[in-house]
């Protein structure tokens, strides 16, 4: 079964402090590992998708990388905008089109 | 333009009765989902359908029905609702190649079950 893991849980930093979050997977196969955005009351918003080890995207001050094992998302110089919760998640070879979801690193990034 | 839309955004009720949630997509996609968010945030499938098929059940209990009129739409009927079963409630969608599976998600339905 796959397996996403997130850590930490909560992180808090202050504005321009970079910083980077954790996603730990154990798939079957990695068919894609997923980086979305989830502000408090809506829905999650897609970020990134990473294929490969080795495979880095940005977009803003996000930057997404990738090993076998983990995924980093990397924020760089964090603005207040930038709080919400990350979510991860994995397809693996086996799985159709189903995600799994980790549970989430909750940012907050103080003025 | 909202791509994947939700209605109710909330939706309050009592122990034992009959509830649906809808969902339509705009996005020309064949394949949508059902996810259910407890309270600690955790996301979880629920149900899949691709042209209309069922792909995904998870254990879900049968007292949940998701249905399919057509592509664009998928809905989500819950009987006898129990209070174990108030969570959001996020309808996604997806265009899956050998490239891209990303899913788009809609604004959530809230149930409380009281």
């Known amino acids: 079964e796959d397996q996403v893991t997130q850590s930490p849980e909560a992180l808090r930093l202050q504005e321009g402090e970079s910083s980077s979050l954790n996603c730990s997977y154990t798939?079957?196969?990695?068919?894609?590992l997923f980086w979305y955005r989830q502000d408090p009351g809506k829905g999650p918003e897609f970020l990134f998708t990473l294929y490969s080890a080795g495979e880095e995207k940005e977009k803003e001050r996000l930057k997404a990388t990738l090993t076998k094992k983990e995924s980093f998302l990397h924020i760089t110089a964090p603005k207040p905008e930038d709080s919400a919760t990350y979510l991860c998640a994995v397809r693996s070879g086996g799985s159709n089109y189903k995600l799994t979801f980790g549970k989430g690193t909750l940012l907050t990034v103080n003025p | 333009d909202t791509a994947v839309s939700q209605t109710p955004k909330y939706l309050v009720t009592q122990m034992g009765n009959d509830k649906s949630i809808k969902c339509e997509q705009n996005?020309?996609?064949?394949?949508m989902y059902w996810y259910k968010q407890d309270s600690k945030k955790f996301l979880k499938i629920m149900f899949s359908y691709n042209n209309k098929e069922l792909i995904i059940n998870e254990t879900v209990p049968n007292r949940f029905s998701p249905k399919s009129p057509d592509k664009a739409h998928l809905n989500l009927h819950i009987n006898s609702l129990e209070l174990g079963d108030s969570a959001v409630y996020f309808c996604?969608?997806?265009?899956?190649?050998?490239?891209?599976?990303?899913?788009?998600f809609g604004p959530g339905t809230r149930l409380t079950v009281t």
């Open positions: 798939v079957s196969g990695l068919r894609g």
């Open positions: 996604a969608s997806s265009q899956p190649s050998d490239f891209a599976y990303e899913q788009y």
């Open positions: 996005l020309g996609h064949d394949t």
